[in-house]
């Protein structure tokens, strides 16, 4: 099963601003809609990677990983 993000975006003047709700902090703008939609797309990435890597980085010793569906 591959999460689902949402975003919520608006027009706003001559750009295209949005934010994923699942995701604090994640936003971004774009001239266009779909280009809007990729920033948005890399932000995610971006942030997920980092969190990642905070997380491991937290880790002392073994450790599991566990898939949480939602």
Not at 27 to 55: F, H, I, P, V, W
């Amino acid at each position: 099963m591959v999460p689902k993000n949402t975003a919520v975006i608006q027009r706003h003047g001559k750009w295209w601003i949005g934010w994923i709700e699942e995701a604090p902090g994640v936003n971004s703008q774009g001239r266009t809609r779909r280009q809007l939609l990729a920033n948005l797309k890399d932000a995610l990435k971006e942030a997920l990677e980092m969190n990642r890597a905070d997380a491991r980085a937290a880790v002392k010793g073994t450790c599991e990983e566990v898939a949480i569906v939602t």
